[in-house]
């Protein structure tokens, strides 16, 4: 009998080595004339374990990570022993890299995943396996309904932009509806770009028919008759397996002049993008499908009324696409009992940074920033205490160690100051410079500027001479309220949040770490971030 | 009207209009960058910040960029609140760290916007340490220089350039701190408004190429205010001079005509005045290329002998002011004055007077052009015939987006999301003229044939307009004429290049069906020089028949001509050897001068006041700048007559019917402003007024009083408050740069403050009868071709090709064939070609738009000659020819 081993083909798996231990573990079993068949799913998420390698047996999948390429060797012992030994899974426990059966994992087991809820099991471009765990079927449901049901839908389930502006998606779906136009258009935002984050990626790679499934959902509540995904170029990998997917859609009738037999009409166009942070703002990725410098539109008028080419458009982030099918699949108020006060239905919370056990936690909003990083995360991996945590991307402030009760719900997160934006969470510990931190955020916004207006063209440069100097330790009264200046200058004046927002890492990392810039402990009080 | 609160007073400003304007229309002093009133706003400086208050209550404010904000009524706002100071010092701040302190070395010194918001700002040290970036520059061609390093990243250039002028070779290029405006390589600025950037960047990285090289200070500057001599638009210009020189040209703001912007050939072209063919001395020839030089009574008394003669023909010019041409009108007699153009152009010209007799309400302004809905451009490329009108039409082919913007709830001030909604709509252009023009990127439809041809299209027009099309009817005609009937403001242009009268027939035919289907059309025909509009008023011999006359041995008086560019070059010889004595009053050599047996050296514009008409019969007076260098210089009305001043001169002309109303052109020498001053020349800074002549004098030379107008010769008098026709330069405290402009405006945008410049006459029928029903060309037979004029922007005007960095942008004599006739004759893109008597060889360039058994031939360009044969010529092959480089692997 052939065993089945699962090694996931996915971005961080292999940057960590996942296709490497694929081949050895083939080779391996080759060796011992074992007849394995190797599966590359999507990763499940559990980036910590990776890479991961799961055996099925009798159903179950026992897994194993992180697998070394030392350890391959005696791993294929147990997994595929010589000349078709049985193999035995009581004794996997022996192994010190056994992680048990994944279905009951406490990583995996704590969470409750919706949009996450194949990642891992299925084969990313098989059509029938993702049939067969529950997809397509809000699609179907959308297909027999109309247009207002669908959007009714949506309104009613709670469900906000995941991008991190946390605009209803039911309100966008519904003035694009309204809005008259030959032709409308759906664009999916996977420009993720946001320091931490990873989750757009991780579904695109691990269940690409989700997202198109979503997108169709969304095209049918509009009208719309065409699609853009636009993805960054930093995910070469996703590109090949989203546009594979798209091409299996198609063949499948999922995609194309009449989607499975009705009269609604509808396909997909994949674009890359060049490498600018600024895409992933609705308005500059739509310039850029068009084919021009990214700059941020004014708004209005809104893409819903005047968006790609002119025409309705509605441009939601990955995530926000691919709950729909969840959400016309199993009812609004399925997914509006989960989460809490405005921020309804699951967050794929992304741990990363100094953690122990980093990957796609996704649960209800609500939850606090403490259990996601100690009992999902298991703490910093360096064992060291906390110092701060950013979320919410690059532009989100740091929070200290005192605010990591606060729940995650949009609003709750706000107002302690910080950012829940496409949820990721990035973690410090007390080895942290956060003098450096802060000059990170000034150079990111330096490299990332599109140029347009004074304060974030010219400001993020002086912010970065500024916090060099500053580590020099000369002048520092002096560089410290220039430096507080030139925060206020770049918040008040900015033409996008790019600009406005950079000083909320910088001002908080000098709450945090006053020491760090040569300040006295507590010297900096939050008020003055 | 709405009112808001600024600083604790009120102000009436207009509803929906963005806070920038409305402050500035009340001289506020707010500083910005990004802004420009014809670009809009774009909030990208982020200088123009104040705080506005939500309620009464409010005592904090928030900070807005004011550009972005729309008034609403009862808004509090305020400039002076501290923290809006300590914003706006630290955004200029910024911009100072990475601009270089070469103000010493920079052309902008004295009149930079920058400098000047950096001064109000109050920003005295910085307090950042860091590099500055710096770039690599680029040659932009003999226009204009760049230093980018100065850029502040207002992003004017790229918009003003890109989105108004419709240039496609500036970009903005880079990010963040590296932003560049360039072109993606070194090379010649393409658009030909290009020259405005001198005047649209804030500080100095596009700065006047020629001027710098013998570069003056704004405020040593003797200044006055101006026509360009460049075409019939009659753009309003400030000239300078110092040291005796014209040193450059700037835009002077007329709402009616030029608004913020000129043409290069205009801006770049002006300093004819210094050519080195002035003439100088007065001439008698005493053998064949010998003139020998004589004094100002002597050349005098040769003029009277002349004039009583009893046989004397009068030749004037359309480059001539009214009282120039009026006083040799005077002095010759009505019967023995040609107005100087030949007899085609002048039958087009009665055509035009007929037209705009006919139907005077429908003569429109330039920024008229703008507001239309539909334009048809029609027998003649404004492009080249008068640029600035050009410009006006492509404004007007972007008014779509206006409505789209307010449809969509957008402020049509916002210009970023006024064309980021709109993006590729366009309001209807239609353009029918022989060969594609600089328009056609905007234009739905285009047709390009002979003029014969579109004299046929253009009565189809007519025809169509009488019985409209039915909605599905398709094609040009139908969709022009249906596109016509349906407009609001229903635009024609047309102009005088075509040497077609046939063509304007059929315009007028166009013109006359819209007024008799009960529409409004608005109408304007240019000519190519810049008073064909006045100079035809005058009535008198034809061209030919002044000509004739000399043949059969006239004396003549030639005014300003130089006749070799008005007529076939054979007849011209013959009239002027069969000529009695043949006296010249110009300011240049010409082959005409060069044939006379008197020549007496006139002054140009700059260096007299004269009156000129333009194509929508607009009489404007351009004031002397400077005193011409040498004694024996006058204005030909002083050689002529025995007027005093010229006011007495224009009170004559304006007795003549043709010139009623004309009075109210101007003030009058007389005029003194509120506190009985003079308006001066010179700035109150102007320097070095002992220093200048110390070469021939260390004593400083008593400043000339000026009899003829009220400006004085000196910094001594008032700029400010006076008529609109009389501000020589523009200058408020605080505001240096020409952005002063607002404060001599009503309002932003709006009228002067001492009323525009300039009075329309009417115009009366001509007495001509001219027939331009059918063309006089014939079909041309086998192997021949018709010779079709195609003027230049560059090079075909006569004055502006006596300045250098004109000529470097002139193309070489080009000859446009169809490839099929080509073909036929053997010839090939890139070849040479010239024909029996031509004076050149001529680039062959291939186009599938000329009509076949046509060539279409540059005029006046280089050696290529300004008249072209009226009948068909056969083209001949010069094999010895070399193409010169292509401009674009030069460019």
């Known amino acids: 009998m052939t065993t089945t081993i699962f090694i996931a083909r996915d971005s961080t798996a292999i940057a960590v080595g996942a296709d490497g231990i694929a081949a050895q573990i083939s080779a391996q079993c080759d060796q011992n004339q074992h007849p394995v068949q190797i599966a590359r799913p999507g990763s499940r998420g559990m980036y910590w374990a990776e890479p991961l390698v799961e055996v099925e047996i009798n159903g179950v999948r026992h897994g194993f990570g992180p697998v070394t390429s030392d350890a391959v060797a005696g791993l294929c012992d147990l997994i595929c022993p010589l000349d078709r030994a049985p193999i035995d899974p009581k004794v996997f426990k022996q192994h010190p890299l056994y992680l048990g059966d994944l279905s009951h994992h406490a990583y995996l087991a704590a969470q409750q995943r919706l949009l996450f809820a194949r990642a891992g099991l299925i084969d990313a471009l098989d059509l029938t396996q993702y049939e067969r765990l529950g997809g397509l079927r809000g699609l179907r449901r959308a297909l027999a309904s109309n247009s207002q049901s669908i959007i009714d839908q949506i309104t009613e389930s709670g469900l906000r932009g995941r991008g991190g502006a946390a605009f209803p998606a039911g309100i966008k779906l519904k003035a694009a509806a309204e809005a008259e136009g030959v032709n409308k258009y759906i664009v999916c935002n996977a420009d993720e770009g946001d320091s931490g984050t990873f989750a757009d990626r991780l579904l695109m790679e691990a269940d690409p028919f989700q997202i198109i499934e979503g997108m169709l959902i969304a095209a049918l509540a509009t009208g719309a008759t065409r699609g853009y995904v636009y993805l960054r170029s930093e995910y070469p990998l996703t590109a090949s397996l989203f546009g594979q997917a798209l091409v299996l859609a198609r063949e499948h009738g999922l995609l194309g002049p009449s989607i499975y037999g009705s009269s609604h009409s509808f396909d997909i166009e994949l674009r890359i993008g060049a490498g600018a942070y600024i895409c992933g703002e609705e308005t500059s990725l739509l310039e850029s499908i068009e084919g021009r410098r990214p700059e941020v539109r004014s708004k209005p008028p809104l893409p819903v009324h005047h968006g790609l080419f002119n025409s309705p458009t509605v441009i939601n982030n990955v995530l926000t696409l691919a709950s729909m099918t969840s959400i016309m699949a199993e009812g609004a108020q399925a997914y509006h009992d989960l989460g809490a006060g405005t921020s309804r239905g699951t967050q794929p919370f992304q741990l990363a940074g100094n953690i122990r056990f980093g990957g796609v936690v996704e649960v209800p909003f609500g939850v606090s920033l403490r259990t996601l990083i100690e009992e999902f995360g298991g703490g910093t991996a360096s064992g060291r ?128 770490g006053p020491e760090d810039f040569g300040l006295p402990a507590g010297s900096r009080h939050p008020t003055e971030s | 009207m709405t009112t808001i609160n600024i600083d604790g007073s009120d102000y009436e400003v207009a509803a929906g209009e963005n806070l920038l304007k409305a402050a500035l229309s009340h001289h506020q002093d707010l500083p910005y960058f990004c802004w420009h009133p014809s670009l809009g706003s774009v909030g990208a400086c982020r200088q123009c910040a104040v705080v506005q208050y939500q309620n009464p209550e409010d005592t904090r404010g928030r900070l807005v960029m004011a550009c972005m904000t729309p008034v609403v009524d ?79 990243t207002c992003y004017r250039c790229v918009r003003y350039y890109r989105d108004y002028a419709g240039g496609t070779d500036l970009q903005a290029l880079g990010s963040r701190d590296r932003m560049y405006f360039g072109r993606f390589e070194d090379g010649v600025l393409d658009n030909i408004f290009a020259g405005n950037l001198v005047e649209v960047c804030p500080t100095g990285v596009f700065t006047d190429k020629p001027f710098s090289r013998t570069y003056t200070r704004k405020w040593d500057l003797q200044s006055a205010p101006s026509v360009c001599q460049g075409c019939s638009a009659g753009c309003n210009i400030f000239a300078s001079e110092r040291y005796g ?53 002597a050349a005098t008394q040769h003029l009277r ?195 077609e009268p046939a063509v304007m027939q059929a315009f007028a035919a166009i013109i006359t069906a819209l007024i008799k289907a009960g529409r409004k059309p608005q109408m304007l025909c ?136 004309l009075e109210a052109v101007s003030p009058e020498a007389g005029y003194r402003t509120a506190t009985n001053s003079r308006v001066p020349r010179a700035t109150h800074r102007f320097s070095g007024r002992t220093a200048a002549t110390a070469h021939v004098s260390v004593h400083e030379p008593k400043t000339s009083v000026d009899t003829d107008t009220p400006f004085s010769f000196s910094m001594e008098g008032e700029n400010t408050g006076q008529a609109g026709a009389l501000i020589p330069y523009v200058w408020s405290p605080g505001w240096n740069s020409n952005q002063s402009l607002f404060k001599f405006q009503q309002e932003v945008g709006g009228s002067l403050t001492g009323g525009e410049p300039g009075v329309r006459l009417g115009f009366a029928p001509s007495k001509s009868s001219a027939d331009g029903s059918a063309s006089s060309r014939t079909k041309p037979a086998t ?45 090939s893109s890139r070849d040479g070609a010239t024909w029996p008597d031509a004076k050149t060889t001529y680039l062959v360039q291939l186009s599938d738009q000329v009509t076949p058994g046509n060539a279409l031939a540059s005029v006046g360009v280089g050696t290529g000659q300004s008249v072209l044969p009226r009948d068909a010529v056969t083209l001949i092959k010069d094999s010895a020819f070399t193409p010169p480089p292509d401009l674009i692997a030069r460019g």
Not at chain 2, 95 to 121: I, K, S
């Open chain 1, 385 to 512: 205490p906390i110092k701060a945590v950013q979320t919410g991307g690059p532009l989100g402030k740091y929070l200290g160690v005192r605010q990591l009760d606060v729940p995650m719900t949009y609003e709750d997160l706000a107002s302690a100051g910080g950012l829940l934006g496409h949820g990721g969470i990035v973690v410090f510990d007390d080895s942290v410079d956060m003098a450096q931190q802060a000059r990170f955020a000034m150079a990111f916004c330096a490299a990332e500027s599109c140029g347009k207006c004074t304060p974030c063209r010219i400001g993020s440069v002086r912010g970065v001479e500024i916090l060099d100097r500053i580590k020099t330790g000369k002048n520092l009264e002096k560089e410290i309220k220039l430096l507080d200046e030139l925060c206020v200058t770049m918040t008040d004046a900015s033409l996008c949040a790019m600009g406005s927002m950079t000083p909320n890492p910088v001002l908080s990392a000098l709450t945090i």
């Open chain 2, 245 to 297: 020189k014209l040193k450059r040209v700037h835009n002077r703001y007329h709402k009616d005509i030029n608004g913020y912007f000129l043409c290069d050939r205009g801006r770049f072209g002006s300093s004819f005045v210094n050519s080195d063919l002035r003439l100088r001395q007065a001439g008698v020839r005493i053998e064949a290329d010998l003139f020998q030089q004589v004094s100002i009574e």
């Open chain 2, 305 to 499: 002998d002349l004039a009583d003669s009893g046989d004397v023909v009068g030749i004037g010019s359309p480059r001539a002011s009214l009282e120039d041409n009026f006083a040799l009108m005077s002095l010759v007699g009505e019967a023995n004055f040609s107005c100087g153009m030949n007899d085609v152009e002048a039958a087009m010209m009665d055509q035009i007077f007929d037209l705009y007799a006919k139907t005077p309400d429908a003569v429109a302004t330039i920024t008229a052009l703008e507001r239309a809905d539909v334009t048809l451009v029609f027998g003649d490329d404004p492009m080249n015939a008068a640029p600035r009108v050009a410009l006006a039409i492509r404004q007007a082919a972007r008014n779509v987006h206006f409505d789209m913007a307010v449809q969509a709830g957008v402020p049509t001030w916002q210009d970023a999301g006024v064309r980021g909604h709109a993006q590729h709509a366009l309001s209807p252009l239609y353009i029918a003229t022989p060969l594609p023009t600089g328009l056609d990127d905007v234009a739905r439809q285009t047709s390009h044939a002979a003029p014969a041809d579109l004299a046929v299209l253009g009565l189809q027009i007519a025809d169509q307009i009488a019985s409209p099309p039915s909605d599905d009817a398709e094609g040009f005609v139908a969709n022009i004429a249906r596109d016509l009937l349906a407009a609001q403001h229903p635009t024609c242009v047309c102009g005088t290049a075509s040497a």
């Open chain 2, 526 to 661: 240019t000519s190519a020089e810049v008073n064909s509009f006045g100079v035809r008023r005058f009535a008198g011999l034809s061209l030919q028949g002044a000509l004739d006359r000399m043949q059969q041995g006239s004396n003549a008086m030639v005014l300003q001509n130089d006749l070799y560019r008005r007529e076939i070059p054979a007849m011209v010889s013959a009239a002027l050897a069969g000529a009695g004595r043949v006296l010249v009053l110009d300011s240049f050599e010409t082959a005409t001068a060069n044939a006379a047996d008197i020549v007496l050296p006139v002054t140009t514009y700059a260096e007299h006041t004269g009156t000129v008409v333009n194509c929508e019969g607009r009489a404007q007076r351009a004031y002397q700048v400077f005193e011409a260098e040498g004694q024996d210089i006058q204005p030909a009305w002083r050689w002529l007559s025995d007027f005093e001043h010229i006011d007495d001169v224009l009170h004559a002309c304006a007795a003549l019917p043709a010139f009623e109303g």
């Open chain 2, 783 to 827: 192997g021949e071709v018709n010779l079709i004029p195609h003027p230049q922007t560059f090079g075909s005007d006569e004055l502006s090709s006596l300045v250098g960095a004109i000529v470097e942008r002139c193309a070489p004599p080009t000859l446009w064939l169809n490839p099929d006739d080509a073909r036929a004759l053997g010839l």
């Open chain 2, 74 to 152: 009862g808004m509090r706002v305020s400039v002076k609140a501290p923290n809006a100071v300590g914003f706006r010092a630290g955004v200029i701040e910024w911009l100072m760290e990475n601009h270089p302190h070469d103000c010493p070395v920079c052309e902008e010194g004295g009149e930079c916007h920058l400098q000047d918001m950096t001064v109000m700002t109050g920003h005295t040290s910085r307090r950042y340490r860091g590099q500055k970036r710096t770039f690599e520059n680029q040659y932009l061609g003999p226009f204009l220089n760049h230093e980018m390093n100065r850029c502040i």
